[in-house]
């Protein structure tokens, strides 16, 4: 797709730059919040981020065996890079529980220098997976494989702190530590245990601090008030434990050159990106549902761009590798607090890094008084939370144990790469088995109807057996086909409709349901039988007999003379709704009853019957609070013979629905624009037409001044004046939005996005209007994210 150059092709002399005025249309309203920053509630979001994020990463570091100062570095990169750059504003980024094991092997194998290398490496890998705009297959992983990869991370991790927390030192393999716990039990130290239990008992009751005391005590995180009160009890009573050491930074170790095997290294590093990015994704969507929930957020913070997100996380592990840190990625529970503490932008996550960094260089004395115990303590309840409940719960709901069990499992015994790369064979063959595996019954009811019942999947593997079942149906008979599954391939459906078709050449009745009995196919003697079942909103001309052309004057006044069967098309679509419809949508209607409207959009557009907004945005009930005119019109709040009905329903719509966005949506062959062009509403006795296109009379003076661009499409100029009238309309009339009181507070605060649309009734292609000049670009069949928007219209 390309768009070109907004300029108008007239004779005058024009440049090709969009004028001030044109830019001025579609920018923000001008006011404080072009200047940089910061919110009270992301400062105050960011200390809670940073009291969490501090003894985290000391205890991260200790668990993967690194220089307990890596994980501060981690987190400050993480806070100051991921922050400024990443693609989910509200996620923090930083050293993660999930990359523990990963890291902690690498430490082992390699040595601390070799593993700052494959973290640089690994960021180069993300980096180039972003350029490549991949970040939304890693959604395409098998939530089981995810769930169960951090279940496996989850046990190892806290099998190794069990050691420290009763007072040993871990082994380098889960499995060691599991036949060396037996002799550990045997020789533990009192002081190390009683320091771990406190951690833990004020670690897990902290949060659950009954009444208003509770609601005090809950705004300081649990993990802080735990370690703190651990340190200072080992500090109170003397007791001699193992404490975190931090050396000067001036013997801070950084990254050094790879050294070891290189397919060793390869592994080491397609192990890191994938955990890394991976959890950094999934982490991403988790913080977009947690983000939905709050309506104080603008828009743009409601959804992440995953593609940028990637590259953020590659940049921030480049840092932190290069820097001596651990392997950076979303981490979740930094993330939920800085959702839940009320941040509204990506400068809380900043702002938690400068905070880290503060920490790192004045407040080491204190740092070092923290025992080592209080630490794994913190980390093993970390990694004993990893072993969901809730995971669980949704992946028996789905028959997926299996999968899940599996990836544990291998990651425990094997290692997170070959773990996943289990979990992943697993589920395909269950994927195969799902596919393949086709129970099909077939009874006589006492009333003579055969049915035939299909359960599961319907490819090429079940023919023979659905052939055998079907052919036990008596010729002549009634027979309905029960249909429960989600697809169906070519054999299946050719052998299906073979047998339907000889079975009613026969004289028998074949009809063909879903599970809950509603019809999926008419038989062929049923009306509309010209009509395709792709197209149920086509219009039924088939209901009107297709004759001859008339070859006499007689017959001609005859069929001109005949009805138009209005009242009839009418009661048979009604009928066709109740009968095929609306037992598909009853469900969802009666939500909306008991929950009300909640649109997230005003979709305002012409009254023409073409245009079915349904269709071409793909919405259904509730998503759409939808406004229809004569030419698509907002008449100017105190214009002379205002319509206060658009006015109200903007009103309302802002004010009371709280819509995130307004959509003006004007389209090719617009009859009001046609009149407005051929007879200007001006002067004189004016029918109510006439009255209510003045409000277009902005719109046709647009078109004339020729100090304004005119508006073009992608890759061509408006077909004519027709079609340049109704592309600038739209341009017209988003100003025109801008004037109404309720718009205007809207988009001071962020709230409101306003959008142009075009739509060609003739080539069914949908066009969105650049933001900064009159250039609509042309929307791909393809998927995209709310950051391709624009770029569509770029590109």
């Not at 570091?61 to 504003?89: C, D, K, N, Q």
Request: charged content about 15%.
């Amino acid at each position: 797709m390309s768009a070109c150059v907004p300029t108008r092709t007239s004779d005058s002399d024009r440049t090709d730059e969009p004028t001030a005025a044109a830019r001025k249309a579609h920018s923000p309203p001008p006011g404080p919040g072009r200047r940089f920053r910061i919110a009270g509630a992301d400062l105050s979001a960011s200390i809670a981020v940073f009291l969490i994020a501090l003894p985290l990463s000391l205890g991260i570091a200790l668990a993967t065996g690194a220089p307990l100062e890596s994980g501060l570095v981690a987190a400050a990169v993480g806070g100051l890079v991921a922050g400024l750059l990443g693609g989910a504003p509200l996620q923090v980024s930083g050293p993660a529980a999930g990359l523990t094991v990963v890291t902690a092997e690498l430490i082992q194998r390699y040595g601390w220098r070799t593993t700052c290398a494959i973290t640089v490496m690994a960021g180069i890998a993300q980096l180039g997976l972003g350029c490549l705009r991949v970040a939304r297959t890693a959604l395409a992983v098998s939530p089981a494989v995810v769930h169960g990869m951090l279940a496996g991370i989850g046990i190892t991790i806290a099998v190794a702190q069990l050691h420290i927390v009763l007072g040993g030192t871990p082994e380098s393999a889960v499995l060691d530590n599991l036949a060396a716990l037996p002799a550990q039990l045997a020789n533990v130290q009192p002081a190390a245990l009683a320091v771990s239990a406190l951690t833990l008992t004020v670690l897990f009751a902290w949060p659950r601090v009954p009444g208003r005391v509770g609601r005090v005590t809950r705004k300081v995180p649990a993990a802080l008030i735990a370690v703190t009160s651990a340190t200072a009890v080992t500090a109170l009573f003397g007791l001699t434990l193992p404490e975190v050491d931090l050396p000067s930074w001036s013997s801070h170790a950084l990254a050094g050159l790879p050294d070891g095997p290189v397919l060793g290294i390869a592994a080491a590093v397609l192990t890191t990106t994938l955990v890394c990015s991976v959890q950094s994704l999934l982490g991403a969507v988790a913080a977009d549902k947690l983000a939905a929930g709050r309506p104080d957020l603008p828009p743009r913070m409601r959804r992440s761009n995953l593609d940028r997100e990637l590259l953020s996380q590659g940049a921030s592990n480049i840092v932190s590798g290069s820097l001596g840190g651990l392997p950076v990625a979303g981490v979740a529970v930094r993330t939920t607090a800085n959702i839940n503490a009320g941040a509204v932008s990506g400068n809380s996550a900043m702002l938690h890094g400068v905070w880290v960094v503060a920490a790192t260089l004045l407040l080491v004395p204190v740092l070092e008084l923290i025992p080592l115990a209080a630490l794994a303590a913190l980390v093993m309840a970390v990694g004993i939370q990893m072993v969901s409940l809730n995971h669980i719960r949704s992946v028996t709901r789905h028959r997926e144990v299996l999968v899940y069990v599996v990836t544990t499992l291998g990651v425990v015994v094997f290692g997170v790469l070959q773990g996943v790369g289990l979990g992943v064979a697993v589920a395909v063959g269950v994927a195969l088995h799902r596919l393949a595996r086709t129970r099909i019954t077939h009874e006589e009811d006492p009333h003579g109807v055969h049915h035939v019942r299909v359960r599961g999947q319907l490819t090429f593997l079940a023919v023979p057996r659905l052939s055998r079942f079907l052919h036990q149906v008596p010729q002549g008979a009634d027979a309905v086909v029960e249909l429960d599954g989600s697809f169906m391939d070519h054999a299946a459906f050719e052998a299906l409709q073979g047998w339907q078709k000889s079975h009613t050449t026969q004289g028998g009745k074949v009809e063909l349901t879903g599970r809950s009995g509603a019809r999926i196919a008419e038989p062929a003697s049923t009306a509309h039988t010209c009509c395709r079942p792709w197209t149920p909103w086509r219009n039924h001309h088939c209901d009107r007999p297709h004759t001859a052309a008339p070859e006499t004057a007689a017959e001609t006044r005859t069929e001109t003379a005949a009805p138009r069967r209005g009242g009839h098309q009418l009661a048979s679509g009604i009928s066709a709704f109740q009968r095929d419809t609306a037992p598909l949508v009853r469900g969802e209607l009666a939500r909306l009853a008991r929950e009300g409207q909640k649109p997230t959009q005003l979709f305002l557009t012409c009254a023409d019957s073409r245009l079915v907004t349904s269709m071409i945005t793909s919405s259904g009930p509730g998503d759409l609070f939808v406004v229809r005119n004569v030419g698509n019109l907002v008449p100017l709040p105190g214009a002379e013979s205002g319509d206060d009905s658009v006015a109200a329903a903007i009103e309302y719509a802002v004010d009371v629905l709280e819509v995130q966005s307004i959509t003006v949506c004007g389209h090719s062959g617009c009859g009001a624009m046609q009149a407005l062009l051929s007879s200007p509403p001006t002067g004189g006795a004016l029918t109510p037409l006439k009255r209510w296109l003045r409000h277009g009379n902005p719109s046709l003076e647009r078109l004339a001044d020729k100090e304004l661009p005119w508006a073009r499409l992608a890759g061509r100029a408006p077909a004519d004046t027709v079609e340049q009238l109704c592309l600038t309309n739209v341009v017209q009339q988003l100003e025109h939005l801008r004037a109404h009181e309720s718009v205007a507070r809207a988009l001071e605060r962020g709230a409101l996005e306003l959008h142009g649309m075009y739509f060609h009734v003739g080539e069914a292609q949908a066009y969105l209007l650049e933001e900064a000049d009159p250039v609509f670009g042309q929307v791909a069949a393809t998927t995209f994210d709310d950051s391709s928007v624009s770029g569509a219209a770029r590109a």
